[in-house]
């Protein structure tokens, strides 16, 4: 999930990029081999996340340009709540309170469920901290769309639905949503991508995306 939504999204040299729900920087860093020249900031409410996504950024030596800070999206830090990105990407808990096994980890079961803050909040925290015209970047379940969808209307359009389908005979269970920042145009339903051909290989795309870091040019 982190190399396709760092896959989604085009940013130009200089731009700044909030990873909000950073956990240990995987999308922040697969976002910084492609595009080196960004500044990326994650927010992660795990201390633990935090240090470990610290040390994978050190050990990368992306300390330049990428940093994640703790703290909540319902009470940012200063240097992340007072500050307005040119992009904000977003992998947000999956399972709403109430739906799905909880892991008996502590730390997997905060990240995979949402707890005391919605869907509906990371969303409206990614549209105050994202700059009008920026985009907002989101990968969930398919079966969230129409919240995904609901929460990214209240502030934003141009909306892209990309499927991520994991064989081309299986419905598909995970979906990106790009939406721009005060825009006003449609809602495009993408083709998406495949991941599998049907004897279980990577599609031609599929391993330029998560083998070679290629695009996956849905980007508004």
């Known amino acids: 999930d982190a190399i396709l939504l760092a896959a989604a999204v085009t940013a130009r040299p200089g731009q700044t990029v ?3 729900g950073a956990g240990v920087g995987a999308v922040a860093l697969c976002l910084a081999l492609r595009c080196p020249e960004l ?3 994650g927010l992660e409410i795990q201390p633990e996340l935090v240090r470990l996504g610290a040390g994978n950024i050190a050990a990368n030596d992306r300390s330049a340009h990428l940093g994640i800070v703790a ?10 709540g007072q500050k307005i990105f040119d992009h904000t990407v977003c992998n947000p808990p999956f399972h709403a309170p109430g739906k799905g096994s909880i892991p008996p980890n502590q730390g997997k079961a905060l990240a995979h ?5 919605p869907l509906e909040d990371w969303l409206a925290f990614c549209l105050r901290r994202t700059a ?12 969230r769309l129409a919240s995904l969808l609901s929460g990214l209307g209240q502030g934003a359009g141009d909306m892209v639905i990309f499927p991520l389908w994991a064989r081309p005979d299986t419905p598909a269970k995970r979906v990106i949503v790009q939406a721009r920042v005060q825009g006003k145009g449609p809602t495009i339903l993408h083709p998406g991508l495949c991941l599998h051909q049907a004897n279980g290989d990577d599609t031609e795309q599929a391993h ?3 083998r070679q870091g290629a695009p996956l040019g849905l980007s508004i």
Do not use: N
Not at 71 to 80: K, L, M, S, T, V
Not at 113 to 117: F, L
Not at 132 to 143: E, F, K, L, P, Q
């Open 39 to 41: 500044v990326i900031r």
């Open 208 to 210: 330029a995306v998560l």
């Open 18 to 20: 909030l990873d909000a």
């Open 132 to 143: 009008s015209g920026g985009s907002i970047t989101v990968i969930h379940r398919s079966d």
């Open 113 to 117: 469920g949402e707890g005391e803050t």
């Open 71 to 80: 703290g909540d999206i319902r009470r940012p830090p200063a240097e992340i």
